[in-house]
């Protein structure tokens, strides 16, 4: 399992297919889905798992009630952002370590 973590584009997720953020908790970052960052972990940090950016995360409870991840700093070198991305992937100039 190890082997398939890191920065990788496809790193298969949560068997629900959501996509995830990574939370750090007792000082590890941890994949957790969208929902677990909304409730379990509100007040931790959230990054991105393939930019290592800040993340935000919405709580969407409109039709679908699906949530919403979001960079809290644009970055063209990130997939997640489809609208902004350059193609490449680049790790986020404010990387969280
Ligand atoms: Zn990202």
Do not use: F
Request: aromatic residues 6%; positive net charge; hydrophobic residues 30%.
């Amino acid at each position: 399992m190890d082997r398939l973590r890191g920065r990788g584009m496809h790193r298969g997720m949560k068997a629900n297919g959501s996509v995830v953020c990574e939370v750090k908790v007792e000082g590890t970052w941890r994949g957790v889905s969208l929902d677990e960052a909304l409730t379990r972990h509100r007040m931790d940090r959230k990054r991105c798992s393939v930019c290592q950016g800040q993340v935000v995360i919405y709580g969407a409870y409109t039709l679908n009630r699906r949530p919403h991840v979001a960079h809290y700093r644009k970055h063209a070198g990130c997939s997640l952002d489809r609208d902004l991305y350059s193609g490449t992937l680049s790790l986020h100039p404010g990387a969280l370590a």
